[in-house]
C-alpha cells in the first residue's frame, strides 16, 4: 500500500509542481502567449517605448537642451563658445526648412488632384471659417486674462525703461500685401523674395538754367552737374513695392492648389504627374524620418544655446513674470480645455488621445519656435498616429503653418493691452473690441510677414494710440513667449484637420468610392442613387447612397472610361433602381 501511494503521491507532487510552474508561467508571461522570462508590464513597457520612440527622443532633446542652459550660464561663456553649443541645432534648423519647400509642393499638388475641383473649395472654405473663428476667440480670451489678472502696472514701466522701436505699419498695406502674395508674378521669385511695401523719401527734381539735376534727398545730387546750393524740402514718404528675402509660402500654395485642382480634372494622362508628386511626398517623409533621429543633438542644441544667449534672464523674468504666466496660461486653457471641447463636439472621440499623439510635432513647434519648420514632423504624426486622412492633411497643414495664428492673436491681445496697463492709458469697450477685431484681422494679413508678432503689435498700438516704441520692452522675453505660441498655432491647424475630416466624410467617402479595386481614379466612374436630384443626369432618385459620382450620360459618351461601375439596390430579390 505504501509502495503503490507513492506513486500516487509523486503523481500529486507533479501536479502541483504542473500548477506551480503553470503559475509561474502565467506570472512571467512563459508558454505560447509570451516570451520566456519576461514579464508582461516589461513586454508592454518596451512595446510602447518603440512606439513612441520618435516622442522620447524629442522630449529628451528638450530635457537635455534646458538641463545644460540653465547649468551652464553661470560660466559666462564667451560668444565663440555660445556659437559652437549653437551650431548642431543650427545645423537641424536648416535640415529642416530645407525640405519644407519640396514638402509643400509635393503634398498640395498630390493631395489636391485626389480631390474634385467642388471638394476642393468645400474644404477650403471650412478650413478659412475655422482659422478666422478661432483666431478671434484666442483674442478674446486673451483680453478677457489680461483685464483678469493685469500684470501691466507703471512699476513696470519704471523698471523697464523706455523702449526704442519707432517703426510704423499700416494694416491696409498689410491686406494689400497679402494679395500681392497670393498672385505672385514670378513663380520662381516666388520660392525665396515675397513682395512688401515700405515707405521711402519723395525724389525732387531741381532745375537751373543748364541743366535738370535729380536729386534725392537722402543721397544728394546724383547728376554729373552739381548746382552750389541745394534746398532741402520736407521730406515726404511715398509708397514703393520692394521684395525682401524670404520664401513666399503663400504665393506657392495658391498655384499648387490651382495646378493639383485642374490636374485631377484631366483623367489618365495626368495619372502620371500625380504619381511622380506623390512620390516626391514619399521620398520627402522618409528622408524626415532619418532626420529626426537627430532630434536630441538638434534641439537640445538649439534650446541650450539661446538660453545662454540671453541677457539678464532673471531680472527680465521677475519684471515679465506676470506678462508670461498671462499668455502661458491663456495658450494652455485653449489647449487643454476649449481645443478638445471642439474636437469632442465635432469629431465625438476622446481629445485627448489625439493631443498626445501629436506630442512629437508639438515638442518640435516648441524647439524650433516654426510651424513650418516643424511641418514634416507634423506630417508624419498626422499620418501614424492620429490616423487622420493625408488628403486632407496634406491640403491643411501647408495652408494653416502659414495663416493660421492662434497663439499669436492670443499674444497680441495681450502685449498690447499689457502696454496700456504700463502707460495707464485706459481702455474702455471700444477699445477693447478695436483690439479683438484689429488682432484678428492682421493675423490673417500680415500672414507672410516674418516676425508676424512684431508687426501684429504695431498695428494694434497704432489703432488704439498707444505707444508703438515700448514693443521693444518685449524683446527680451520673446524667444521663449513665442514657442509658447508657436504650439498652439500648430495644434490649431491639427485640429482643424480632424474637424475638417469630420464635417467633410460624405465627401471622402464619395471620392473614395471612385476608385474601385485595381484601378485608378483617373479611368474609373460610378454611378449610384447619391445627388442624383438633376434630371438632366438622367439617373432617377432614390434613397441616397452617399457611394457616387454623378454624371450625365452625355459625359459617359464623352470621356468613355475604362471602368464602370453600376451600383443596384436589391430589396427582397426585387430591383429597386
Not at 507513492?6 to 509570451?34: I, L, Q, R, V
Amino acid at each position: 500500500m505504501a509502495e503503490g501511494g507513492s506513486p500516487g503521491d509523486a503523481g500529486g507532487g507533479g501536479g502541483g509542481s504542473a500548477n506551480s510552474s503553470s503559475d509561474t508561467a502565467a506570472m512571467t508571461g512563459e508558454g505560447s502567449g509570451g516570451r520566456r522570462g519576461i514579464p508582461v508590464n516589461t513586454r508592454r513597457i518596451r512595446a510602447w517605448m518603440v512606439e513612441n520612440a520618435l516622442f522620447i527622443v524629442t522630449l529628451s532633446g528638450v530635457f537635455f537642451g534646458v538641463i545644460f542652459g540653465f547649468g551652464l550660464r553661470p560660466l559666462e561663456l564667451p560668444p565663440d563658445t555660445i556659437m559652437l553649443i549653437s551650431y548642431p541645432g543650427e545645423l537641424f534648423m536648416r535640415i529642416l526648412k530645407l525640405m519644407i519647400l519640396p514638402l509643400i509642393i509635393a503634398s498640395l499638388i498630390a493631395g489636391s488632384a485626389s480631390l474634385n475641383a467642388r471638394m476642393n473649395g468645400k474644404i477650403a472654405l471650412r478650413t478659412m471659417v475655422y482659422f478666422l473663428a478661432t483666431s478671434l476667440f484666442n483674442s478674446v480670451l486673451g483680453i478677457i486674462l489680461v483685464l483678469i489678472i493685469h500684470p501691466g502696472d507703471l512699476g513696470t514701466r519704471e523698471a523697464l525703461g523706455h523702449g526704442t522701436e519707432d517703426r510704423e505699419v499700416n494694416i491696409l498695406d498689410g491686406f494689400l500685401d497679402l494679395g500681392r502674395n497670393i498672385f505672385p508674378d514670378n513663380l520662381f521669385q516666388a520660392a525665396f523674395q515675397q513682395a512688401h511695401t515700405v515707405y521711402v523719401p519723395k525724389k525732387v527734381i531741381i532745375s537751373n538754367a543748364t541743366s535738370e539735376d535729380e536729386v534725392d534727398v537722402n543721397k544728394g545730387i546724383r547728376s554729373a552737374h552739381h548746382i552750389e546750393t541745394v534746398i532741402q524740402p520736407d521730406i515726404e514718404l511715398v509708397r514703393s513695392i520692394q521684395y525682401r528675402e524670404g520664401t513666399n509660402t503663400l504665393g506657392i500654395i495658391f498655384f499648387c492648389l490651382v495646378f493639383g485642382t485642374i490636374l485631377g480634372t484631366m483623367g489618365k494622362k495626368a495619372r502620371v504627374v500625380i504619381d511622380f508628386f506623390t512620390t516626391i511626398d514619399e521620398v520627402i517623409m522618409r528622408m524626415v524620418t532619418g532626420v529626426m533621429w537627430l532630434t536630441p543633438i538638434g534641439i537640445s542644441s538649439v534650446i541650450c544655446g539661446k538660453i545662454i544667449s540671453v541677457d539678464n534672464l532673471s531680472l527680465v523674468m521677475s519684471q515679465l513674470g506676470w506678462f508670461i504666466f498671462t499668455v502661458v496660461l491663456g495658450v494652455f486653457i485653449y489647449q487643454l480645455v476649449f481645443m478638445q471641447l471642439i474636437y469632442f463636439v465635432f469629431v465625438r472621440k476622446n481629445p485627448f488621445k489625439f493631443y498626445c499623439g501629436l506630442a512629437p510635432a508639438t515638442i518640435t513647434a516648441f524647439a524650433t519656435a516654426s510651424t513650418a519648420a516643424a511641418l514634416p514632423v507634423t506630417f508624419r504624426c498626422m499620418d501614424e498616429k492620429v490616423k487622420v486622412d493625408p488628403r486632407i492633411s496634406r491640403f491643411i497643414l501647408p495652408i494653416g503653418a502659414t495663416v493660421n495664428m492662434d497663439g499669436t492673436a492670443l499674444f497680441v491681445s495681450v502685449a498690447s493691452i499689457f502696454i496700456a496697463q504700463i502707460n495707464d492709458i485706459p481702455l474702455g469697450f471700444g477699445e477693447l473690441a478695436t483690439v479683438c477685431l484689429t488682432s484678428t484681422a492682421a493675423s490673417i494679413a500680415s500672414a507672410s510677414v516674418p516676425s508676424a508678432a512684431l508687426v501684429l503689435m504695431l498695428i494694434v498700438l497704432t489703432a488704439i494710440d498707444a505707444p508703438v516704441r515700448d514693443v521693444s520692452l518685449l524683446f527680451a522675453i520673446d524667444w521663449f513667449v513665442d514657442r509658447v505660441r508657436t504650439t498652439n498655432n500648430m495644434l490649431g491647424d491639427c485640429y482643424a484637420a480632424a474637424v475638417v475630416e469630420q464635417l467633410s466624410r460624405r465627401e471622402l467617402a464619395v471620392s473614395s468610392s471612385a476608385a474601385s479595386p485595381g484601378s485608378s481614379p483617373s479611368n474609373t466612374t460610378h454611378f449610384g442613387a447619391a445627388d442624383c436630384d438633376d434630371p438632366e443626369r438622367g439617373l432617377v432618385k432614390p434613397e441616397a447612397n452617399g457611394h457616387v459620382i454623378p454624371m450625365r450620360f452625355q459625359e459617359m459618351t464623352e470621356r468613355e472610361p475604362e471602368v464602370v461601375v453600376l451600383e443596384i439596390a436589391v430589396s427582397n430579390g426585387r430591383v429597386k433602381h
